[in-house]
């Protein structure tokens, strides 16, 4: 999975949150999207050396 995509997934998750009205955690998953975009490398090869925390 690409960067691209997985940012598209959490931007979609902060829509649906704001969507409910939850407050503050949609802001989170942009926040995250953004990040991910930004990174140098593909967001695959980080997970696959297991440098992804929790």
Request: hydrophobic share 40%.
């Amino acid at each position: 999975m690409q960067n691209r995509e997985v940012a598209d997934i959490l931007y979609e998750i902060a829509d649906l949150l704001e969507i409910k009205g939850i407050q503050f955690k949609p802001r989170a998953y942009r926040r995250a999207a953004q990040t991910i975009e930004t990174l140098p490398e593909d967001i695959q090869a980080v997970y696959e050396r297991g440098e992804l925390e929790e």
